[in-house]
Nanobody, 118 residues
Framework: VQLQASGGGLVQAGGSLRLSCAASGRILNSDGVGWFRQAPGKAYEFIAR????????WYTDSVKGRFAISTDNAKNTVYLQMNRLKPEDTAIYYCSLQSRPGGAWHIRGPGTQVTVSS
């Protein structure tokens, strides 16, 4: 399964964006889906994840209360709603897949650039 992220862009601080991640194949109920980001010169940061079934949602502290991960299972699509964006949210955002419970997370396609201006 390949994952194509889209929806990035340039936004002012305090604004919102919704990222989408379309899967090329079927995501299974046993899979997990999530979002990473990589800011310039920094390591990948895991920011949100959830089970494809809709439970066990987790966020890293820096985005908790501002970002929301969701899925449309019929469309095989994962979303990341990002509100109250900050300049430090500037990064390339990637979607990822965990193909079995407790397994490794893999980025499965190109990311989308999000730039937040101050």
């Amino acid at each position: 399964v390949q994952l194509q992220a889209s929806g990035g862009g340039l936004v002012q601080a305090g604004g919102s964006l919704r990222l989408s991640c379309a899967a090329s194949g079927r995501i299974l109920n046993s899979d997990g889906v999530g979002w990473f980001r990589q800011a310039p010169g920094k390591a990948y940061e895991f920011i949100a994840r959830m089970a494809w079934t809709g439970d066990t949602i987790w966020y890293t502290d820096s985005v908790k209360g501002r970002f929301a991960i969701s899925t449309d299972n019929a469309k095989n699509t994962v979303y990341l709603q990002m509100n109250r964006l900050k300049p430090e949210d500037t990064a390339i955002y990637y979607c990822s897949l965990q193909s079995r419970p407790g397994g490794a997370w893999h980025i499965r396609g190109p990311g989308t650039q999000v730039t937040v201006s101050s």
